[in-house]
T-cell receptor
Framework: TQLLEQSPQFLSIQEGENLTVYCNSSSVFSSLQWYRQEPGEGPVLLVT?????EVKKLKRLTFQFGDARKDSSLHITAAQPGDTGLYLCAGAYDMRFGAGTRLTVKP | DAGITQSPRHKVTETGTPVTLRCHQTENHRYMYWYRQDPGHGLRLIHY???????DKGEVSDGYSVSRSKTEDFLLTLESATSSQTSVYFCAISEKGVSYGYTFGSGTRLTVV
């Protein structure tokens, strides 16, 4: 069983600030996914990372997979209110999700 | 739209009654999944299907059964609903399996009173 721990659990920032959220495990992942979920909706896939050390960029979002493939981070540059939501990481191997980071970006 | 719909969107039922939730897809994806989402627990896998009539249990399968008689439909049944099954239920689909990510439905909010 690969448990995923996400931190912080809650994050409230002002528009324009930068932030990083984390997803950690004691086990190695073959791949890891990040999702964003808005209230009343299902999660939406943002990215899949596969290779240790991999960095992927999606506009202002930068995703990094740790060299040992046990951890991942999501960095948002110049956060906007539209980034508000619950950010979830998921390990592909056993279909488990972390509990998520709830981000609020205030205008 | 991704072509996945869940019904009903909201349901209130009484303890001890059977309940069936439906997931319908128009993508012809092989894999389908049922998750429940609760505060502090994130998404937890209930059951999944890797083809018609091929299903398997997930992390929290007790008290739930599933059926998939057609590619497009995946049904989740609560045999005898309990208050602990009050939750938001999400269906997800995947064309090639979990490594390639899921597309989720909009969820069913179930309240057992």
């Amino acid at each position: 069983t690969q448990l995923l721990e996400q931190s912080p659990q809650f994050l409230s920032i002002q528009e324009g600030e930068n932030l990083t959220v984390y997803c950690n495990s004691s086990s190695v992942f073959s791949s890891l996914q990040w999702y964003r979920q808005e209230p009343g909706e299902g999660p939406v896939l943002l990215v899949t990372v596969v290779t240790g050390g991999e960095v992927k960029k999606l506009k202002r979002l930068t995703f990094q997979f740790g060299d040992a493939r046990k951890d991942s981070s999501l960095h948002i540059t110049a956060a906007q209110p539209g980034d508000t939501g619950l950010y979830l990481c998921a390990g592909a191997y056993d279909m488990r999700f972390g509990a998520g980071t709830r981000l609020t970006v205030k205008p | 739209d991704a072509g996945i719909t869940q019904s009903p969107r909201h349901k209130v039922t009484e303890t001890g009654t059977p309940v069936t939730l439906r997931c319908h897809q128009t993508e012809n994806h092989r894999y389908m999944y049922w998750y429940r989402q609760d505060p502090g627990h994130g998404l937890r896998l209930i059951h999944y299907s890797y083809g018609v009539k091929d299903t398997d249990k997930g992390e929290v399968s007790d008290g739930y059964s599933v059926s998939r008689s057609k590619t497009e439909d995946f049904l989740l049944t609560l045999e005898s609903a309990t208050s602990s099954q009050t939750s938001v239920y999400f269906c997800a689909i995947s064309e090639k399996g979990v490594s390639y990510g899921y597309t989720f439905g909009s969820g069913t909010r179930l309240t057992v009173v």
